[in-house]
């Protein structure tokens, strides 16, 4: 019993400690979600060339603006920065899909 308590207060530090580090990283600040950060690889760039128009088109305004705003070294104001509960990881459905289709062809050449 004593075990889960430690382990569902662990899990609330942990999830503090994300929150805490989400609001230090700034990106929140312009606007931006933590797909829109991600390190270009060509696994990125597939997932991106994937998603719906809505999707892209919503990332790409959001990119658009924060380089904007960082050329005036401005944010925005507190009640438009992203929200960390509201951050979603909209492009890992199309990583994850990305990394399969990878992994099958790794797989498929390996046999063949």
Partial sequence: MASRVAA????????????WYYERAAFNQIGLMRDDVLRETDDVKEAVKRLPEDVYNA??????????????KQVLPKEQWTK???DIRYLQPYLDEVWREKKEK???????
Avoid at 106 to 112: I, M, T, V
Wanted: hydrophobic fraction near 35%; charge should be positive.
């Fill in 59 to 72: 990332r790409a305004f959001r990119i658009k603006r924060a380089l904007d705003l960082d050329m005036k």
């Fill in 84 to 86: 960390f509960e509201e």
């Fill in 106 to 112: 790794q797989e498929w050449d390996s046999r063949y």
């Fill in 8 to 19: 569902k207060q662990s899990g609330g530090v942990f999830r503090m400690l994300q929150k």
